[in-house]
């Protein structure tokens, strides 16, 4: 069975930092593309990052470029997110995504972590 589980949500002041795990179990990671999605009270589901299986190509959204930080370590079936100089806009609830390098059809999504930026 496939599992997704994120953690390292919570409340932080602006401009503080938090650092999001995603840990991936019964699949081989090395297969999966993975992305951080997001979604703000109200608004629609976001992509945040995004990151190839070997590691070697990452996306980021507009918003989040040059402060988040997306990384793997298919070793230990872990996709980080590191999130610096947060804001309000950044309060959302997160989400781990992945989905097979060769098959679409192939996508799993965790269940979310509640980040909140708030003073």
């Given amino acids: 069975q496939v599992q997704l589980v994120e953690s390292g949500g ?9 650092r ?12 999966f593309h993975m992305s951080w999605y997001r979604q703000a009270p109200g608004k629609e589901l976001e992509l945040v990052a995004n990151i190839t299986g070997d590691g070697m190509s990452t996306n980021y959204a507009d918003s989040v470029k040059g402060r988040f930080t997306i990384s793997r370590d298919n070793a230990k ?3 980080a997110l590191q999130m610096n ?3 309000s806009e950044d309060t959302a609830v997160y989400y781990c995504n992945g989905r097979h390098c060769n098959y679409d059809i192939i996508d799993y999504w ?3 972590t509640q980040v909140t930026v708030s003073s």
């Avoid at 919570?10 to 938090?18: D, E, H, K, N, R």
């Avoid at 999001?20 to 297969?31: M, N, T």
């Fill in 20 to 31: 999001l795990s995603c840990a991936a179990s019964g699949l081989v990671l090395s297969q």
């Fill in 85 to 87: 100089n947060l804001s």
């Fill in 110 to 112: 965790g269940r979310g």
């Fill in 10 to 18: 919570g409340l932080v002041q602006p401009g503080g930092s938090l």
């Fill in 77 to 79: 079936n872990m996709v």
